[in-house]
């Protein structure tokens, strides 16, 4: 798939507006809510050593982050390693590519870059520096 950070943008628009773009609804509020919530069952305990789940966001209780239908979900803040409010959720493409939504601070943020491993360093540093620049 080929996109650009515009559509990125738009998509992740529609995704905080609760399925609507420019005023148009195009996915319902209910499906939106049903994929950003975690799917994952309580209790799952990963197969990675909570040192890896770190180093690599997975699903996984043990480090907060659940897994919706095609999210990360950030399931409890104070677990995770990495800023984000409760209910935020991501997605990163294979080489790169990088987003989240963050409904509570009405926030979406993108990274395009095309990268080699390790890659998810500049998503870790993209998440510090965002959340540290929200000022109220």
Excluded at 9 to 20: D, I, V
Excluded at 25 to 30: A, E, G, I, Q
Excluded at 52 to 75: K, Y
Excluded at 118 to 129: D, Q, V
Aim: glycine fraction near 10%; aromatic fraction near 14%.
């Amino acid at each position: 798939m080929v996109s650009t950070a515009p559509d990125y943008a738009r998509f992740c628009l529609m995704f905080l507006n609760g399925g609507t773009l420019d005023g148009v609804r195009l996915v319902s509020r209910k499906t939106i809510e049903h994929m950003t919530s975690n799917h994952v069952p309580p209790g799952y305990k990963s197969a990675y050593p909570v040192q890896r789940q770190i180093a690599w966001p997975t699903p996984s209780l043990e480090t907060g982050q659940g897994f919706g239908l095609g999210f990360g979900v950030n399931c409890e803040p104070g677990l995770s390693p990495l800023p984000g409010s409760k209910g935020m959720y991501y997605w990163s493409g294979i080489l790169g590519t990088y987003f989240w939504v963050d409904p509570k601070e009405q926030l979406i943020a993108i990274l395009m870059m095309q990268a080699t491993p390790p890659r998810f360093l500049y998503w870790y540093l993209m998440r510090h520096f965002v959340y540290q620049a929200i000022c109220d």
